[in-house]
């Protein structure tokens, strides 16, 4: 009896694991053939197009078990699918015809297909990657790459249908595995600029969002950082009460995002594909810049080609406390999320390098008004090694529109951390002890500081945390007299040990 | 003069390979065998065996436990040394990086005096010709076992051991008054800084 129910549980309890190895075996293909940079759009948009057609197939199965084997009745039901996918753009169509030349060709075409069938959600989504590009190599060595591609999709521990799979999470966590590990293998080539998980978890914990929150990422990537936000409303209010907004400004990461949208089941999403500083797409009905109760960001450190030229005149008048340096993006990415915030509810939070700290001249002036606006509400420290493809430590930034009160609050959170070979992670316990420190707003020796307006005024609105936190260990006061001591005994071991040595030398024979 | 007479190494001494672990050796809190690996050796304070990793010996094989008097060899990486194993407080192996040397029974060789001449320039000097490697240099054993050794009669072998002893603790004395004086140094700044800050408060209106 157990023979028989053994291999049936084994394939019903499929792990995150299995799923994780699966999905990451099938780039083997790709690997020293094509670059880990090239080669992530190809995966990440075959795994989308697979769990779109394992849905399908399996809701087909289900209405063919309960209605019977009537094809026009079942495609009409089919319809109401969340994904409409025509018969010809299925995967599995694709896989069996693996091995007539033309794969890249016909992959297109199914993308396509699936576009057009369902405009209002994966409008240009596919637009910037092709399957029949020469990325792959000639034509044999493309048809031949693609093939094992299919044939790695569709072994068995990539069967993603509801039935085995079990909640969509579980697709979505594939996804952003491999979103991440692009990320650590290849470093900002491929993961651009990739938040650790840590890191984003800790700011949206930091950010509590509230059911009906309207919540953006201006330089969304992947959008890993907005659907945390969104999962912490889930699971602390059980609602689905909230809307995300995005934008990115690379149009194959802008892609992804969608595809990761959906694979977790965040359909009610915006995301818009654009530069956020020359051209904010996220507008509200009068064409100004639409105001969010969340803004969080991690914008690339110290972007050199900004758009500086366009910032004097910006039409959404950003730029009204300075103009951020030429070659500097770091103040033109907060001033953007400051101006998103809400009046009442608004909140951000942004990760930065720390260079914005204490950088002056322009930099310096921007600082000085947000600080005598009284927006800037925490900074915190963060360890170094933490990010992909930069040791630097960098910090993160909390501001809010209405503060408490007119103190900012230092947290030096760079010694706590797990240290790894290349990269270091912060711990929970290390996360428990930023969050308890933010909510509590008070001092912390050695570790917190609550300064006052005046005391940064006379720092010269330098935020440098040092000047705040003070982690010198005081050091135990020096007995002179017993340093005295100690010395004369070593002088006379000194001496000892010469005569000792001499005797010894004698008796080899030495003199 | 001393007088001292040649020998090979494999004549005065056997010289086994470390326990055969494969990959990451796997820690275990009640393991009852400890497995010396690199980081555990230190050619001036020689074996540090609070910090060993213990386990649990996977093979099947008897394995050469490590003695009191036995010498581990550092064959593998930036130096090639030798440290004098003292008394190993539960069953002991060697990793793979070491070769495990016991001076052979019935031979005058002390095994502290054979550490020494390991460790000094001629000696290096041989082992440093022998190594091989792209990645990071080694010693086979065939050729470790075929350099020569100087051996003088045992009296003279204690007192070579005995003047590198005083020799380690001059060394380490030496440091010691390094650090005494920077002491006196700090002490010196600490207090500076504190009269001043006490003396700026002072006229402070």
Known sequence: MNDLTTPQLAQAAVSQDDINAAVWAACDTFRGTVDPSIYKDYVLTMLFLKYVSDVWQDHYDNYKAQYGDHPELIAEMLKNERFVLPASASFYALHALRHTPGNGERIDKALHAIEDANLSKLRDVFQDISFNSNKLGDEQQKNDILRHLLEDFAKPALNLREGRVGSLDVIGNAYEFLIKNFASTSGKKAGEFYTPPEVSTLMARLMAPQPGDEICDPTCGSGSLLMKCGRLIREGAGSRKYALYGQEAIGSTWALAKMNMFLHGEDNHRIEWGDTIRNPKLLDGANNLKHFDIVVANPPFSLEKWGFEGADADKFSRFRRGVPPRTKGDYAFILHMVETMKPGTGRMAVVVPHGVLFRGAAEGRIRQKLIEENLLDVVIGLPEKLFYGTGIPAAVLLLRKHKADDQVLFIDASRDFEAGKNQNVLREADLQRIQATVAARQPVPRYAHLATQAQIAENDFNLNIPRYVDTFQEETPIDLMAVRRERLELKAELARLETQMDAYLKELGYE | ?205
């Open chain 2, 1 to 205: 003069m001393i007088d001292a007479n040649l020998f090979s190494l494999s004549q005065t001494t056997a010289v086994q390979s470390g326990y055969p672990f494969r990959g990451t050796i796997e820690g275990a809190q009640d393991g009852g065998v400890i497995a010396l690996q690199m980081k555990d050796v230190d050619p001036e304070s020689g074996i540090a065996w609070a910090g060993a990793l213990r386990t649990h010996l996977p093979g099947r094989k008897g394995p050469s436990w490590l003695q009191p008097g036995d010498l581990l060899f550092v064959a593998k990486g930036a130096r090639f040394y030798a440290v004098v194993v003292d008394t190993p407080p539960m069953p002991s192996v060697c990793g793979p990086a070491f070769f495990h040397l016991r001076v052979q029974p019935g031979v005058a060789v002390e095994p502290a005096f054979l550490a020494w001449q390991i460790n000094q320039p001629p000696f290096q000097r041989l082992l440093m010709q022998s190594a091989e490697g792209s990645g990071q240099l080694s010693i086979r054993r065939p050729v470790l076992e075929a350099l020569p050794l100087a051996v003088p009669p045992l009296s003279q072998q204690h007192r070579i051991v005995a003047l590198d002893r005083a020799a380690r603790a001059e060394r380490a004395t030496l440091r010691r008054l390094i650090q005494n004086r920077e002491q006196q140094l700090h002490a010196l700044a600490e207090a500076l800084s504190a009269a001043s800050m006490r003396s700026q408060q002072a006229t402070r209106p």
